[in-house]
């Protein structure tokens, strides 16, 4: 009985573990991330969070209202997503559209509680914040739809995951969008019709 006590034991500590892995990996990079974020702006270069890693820190994404805040890292491939949002496309002109990924159960599974007038917020490398404000939200078959990155206009914000948020199946063709607007002047934001599959979300 001792021996069946302490075998279950063993099992459900051992799945505790995995089970807090990806968020507790998640969480302690973002530190790691926040430091290489800080060298970067200082020297104004891309910095490693460590010396093996094939991404670094390109912006940090703040939720006000839902007092979020979380480094973006440069490309969406999965090791990447591990770690934090990733972004696809844009940052470097501070006007042009800007899509991030990121996944539904760590850094993303906030996105969830935005709504229309929420405001977002994107900080670049020279530590200017962009405004951006929450236009819409929806749910995107990623098998019928794609995002047509070439007709977005300039000053969206496009934040992607995957969808349902509690869904134990990861990688379902269901993608939750965010589309935010720049809050300065700029050319009038058509709205997007296409979304397509970000892989590894």
């Given at each position: 009985?001792n021996?069946?006590?302490?075998?279950?034991?063993?099992?459900?500590?051992?799945?505790?573990?995995?089970?807090?892995?990806?968020?507790?990996?998640?969480?302690?990079?973002?530190?790691?991330?926040?430091?290489a974020?800080?060298?970067?702006?200082?020297?104004?270069?891309?910095?490693?969070?460590?010396?093996?890693?094939?991404?670094?820190?390109?912006?940090?994404?703040?939720?006000?209202?839902?007092?979020e805040?979380?480094?973006?890292?440069?490309?969406?491939?999965?090791?990447?997503?591990?770690?934090?949002?990733?972004?696809?496309?844009g940052?470097?002109?501070?006007?042009?559209?800007?899509?991030?990924?990121?996944?539904?159960?760590?850094?993303?599974?906030?996105?969830?509680?935005?709504?229309?007038?929420?405001?977002?917020?994107?900080?670049?490398?020279?530590?200017?914040?962009?405004?951006?404000?929450?236009?819409?939200?929806?749910?995107?078959?990623?098998?019928?739809?794609?995002?047509?990155?070439?007709?977005?206009?300039?000053?969206?914000?496009?934040?992607?995951?995957?969808?349902?948020?509690?869904?134990?199946?990861?990688?379902?063709?269901?993608?939750y969008?965010?589309?935010?607007?720049?809050e300065?002047?700029?050319?009038?934001?058509?709205?997007?019709?296409?979304?397509?599959?970000?892989?590894?979300?």
């Amino acid at each position: 009985m001792n021996r069946l006590l302490a075998l279950l034991l063993t099992s459900s500590a051992t799945l505790l573990v995995f089970g807090l892995w990806i968020p507790l990996k998640a969480v302690l990079a973002q530190e790691l991330l926040a430091m290489a974020w800080a060298e970067s702006q200082a020297r104004q270069v891309d910095t490693r969070p460590w010396p093996w890693a094939d991404t670094w820190p390109v912006a940090r994404l703040a939720l006000p209202g839902l007092n979020e805040s979380m480094i973006v890292l440069a490309g969406t491939h999965g090791e990447s997503l591990a770690f934090g949002p990733g972004l696809l496309t844009g940052g470097e002109d501070r006007q042009a559209a800007v899509i991030i990924a990121g996944h539904r159960d760590t850094h993303f599974r906030a996105l969830r509680n935005l709504r229309s007038g929420s405001p977002l917020q994107l900080q670049g490398r020279d530590g200017q914040w962009q405004h951006y404000q929450v236009w819409a939200t929806r749910v995107v078959d990623s098998r019928v739809a794609m995002i047509d990155t070439r007709n977005l206009a300039d000053g969206t914000l496009l934040l992607v995951t995957c969808y349902p948020f509690d869904s134990i199946d990861a990688g379902g063709p269901l993608r939750y969008v965010v589309e935010a607007r720049l809050e300065t002047p700029a050319s009038p934001a058509r709205r997007v019709e296409q979304i397509d599959t970000v892989a590894g979300l």
